[in-house]
């Protein structure tokens, strides 16, 4: 998977950059060719961060396919906004339709959650077309921004579950952070700030493992005892 991965990254950049010189990135031409070639590359590099997830021994870069997947994002908002100043013109499917993609609403929830748990996710707001905050990707990628400020660590399991393939693989790149996150708030209510002790209140390993979206206990006691928190082991 790394190699087919590490083909296709090479060729598509090729064909970004291509789109660039062309001057498709100014503003100065559009089309419907390249609003689509451009979603299937953000598709490629979201579908590639799940499949090798946990293989940056092996070479993969995960930061570097986020950024590419970024400069993607980019491009695609950039494109249908120029598509949305446009007269209506032909190329569409009818003349009289304007050059309008209909994957609008899944990449803008992408561009979304990209940033659902940082400092800026405001930032990622802005520039939505009214309209599409109606669409149901959008719409789900909202209340993930809502689920990660509000601190609703259930809720994320339940982002995970109920998101597409595409959009539950963003959420997890948020997940380590989230979980560290989760982690400091069930130190702060369940063990107090001056107790750490055993007996005073600890939690259920197997609890906090469904907290933290663990398929069971084993697989959650190394990342909890990592961040010390206090658990027992029933």
Request: net charge negative.
């Given at each position: 998977?790394l190699?087919?991965?590490?083909?296709?990254?090479?060729?598509?950049?090729?064909?970004r950059?291509?789109f660039?010189?062309?001057?498709?990135?100014?503003?100065?031409r559009?089309?419907?060719?390249?609003?689509?070639?451009?979603?299937?590359?953000?598709?490629?590099?979201?579908?590639?961060s799940?499949?090798?997830?946990?293989?940056e021994?092996?070479?993969?870069?995960?930061?570097?396919?986020?950024?590419?997947?970024?400069?993607?994002?980019?491009?695609?908002?950039a494109?249908?906004?120029?598509?949305?100043?446009?007269?209506?013109?032909?190329?569409?499917?009818?003349?009289?339709?304007?050059?309008?993609?209909?994957?609008?609403?899944?990449?803008?929830?992408?561009?979304?959650?990209?940033?659902?748990?940082?400092?800026?996710?405001?930032?990622?707001?802005?520039?939505?077309?009214?309209?599409?905050?109606?669409?149901?990707?959008?719409?789900?990628?909202?209340?993930?921004?809502?689920?990660?400020?509000?601190?609703?660590?259930?809720?994320?399991?339940?982002?995970?579950?109920?998101?597409?393939?595409?959009?539950?693989?963003?959420?997890?790149?948020?997940?380590?952070?989230?979980?560290?996150?989760?982690?400091?708030?069930?130190?702060?209510a369940?063990?107090?700030?001056?107790?750490?002790?055993?007996?005073?209140?600890?939690?259920?390993?197997?609890?906090?493992?469904?907290?933290?979206?663990?398929?069971?206990?084993?697989s959650?006691?190394?990342?909890?005892?990592?961040?010390?928190?206090?658990?027992?082991?029933?």
């Open positions: 998977a190699e087919v991965f590490q083909f296709l990254d090479d060729r598509t950049r090729g064909v950059n291509d660039m010189l062309q001057n498709f990135a100014s503003g100065a559009n089309s419907a060719l390249a609003m689509e070639l451009h979603e299937r590359i953000a598709r490629m590099h979201i579908l590639f799940l499949e090798l997830s946990g293989t021994a092996e070479g993969f870069q995960s930061n570097l396919n986020w950024r590419e997947l970024n400069n993607a994002l980019k491009t695609l908002v494109l249908y906004q120029d598509a949305r100043d446009r007269e209506p013109v032909s190329g569409w499917g009818s003349a009289a339709l304007p050059l309008r993609s209909p994957c609008e609403g899944e990449i803008w929830s992408y561009r979304i959650l990209m940033s659902a748990m940082g400092e800026r996710s405001e930032e990622a707001l802005l520039g939505i077309p009214e309209e599409l905050c109606r669409d149901p990707d959008v719409e789900f990628a909202l209340r993930a921004c809502r689920v990660f400020a509000q601190r609703d660590w259930v809720g994320v399991q339940a982002l995970l579950r109920e998101g597409t393939l595409l959009q539950a693989a963003i959420v997890h790149r948020h997940l380590t952070a989230a979980r560290r996150a989760a982690l400091g708030d069930a130190n702060e369940h063990t107090g700030p001056k107790s750490r002790d055993i007996n005073s209140g600890a939690i259920p390993l197997s609890t906090v493992a469904g907290w933290l979206a663990f398929p069971d206990a084993g959650a006691r190394p990342f909890v005892e990592e961040h010390g928190l206090i658990v027992r082991s029933l």
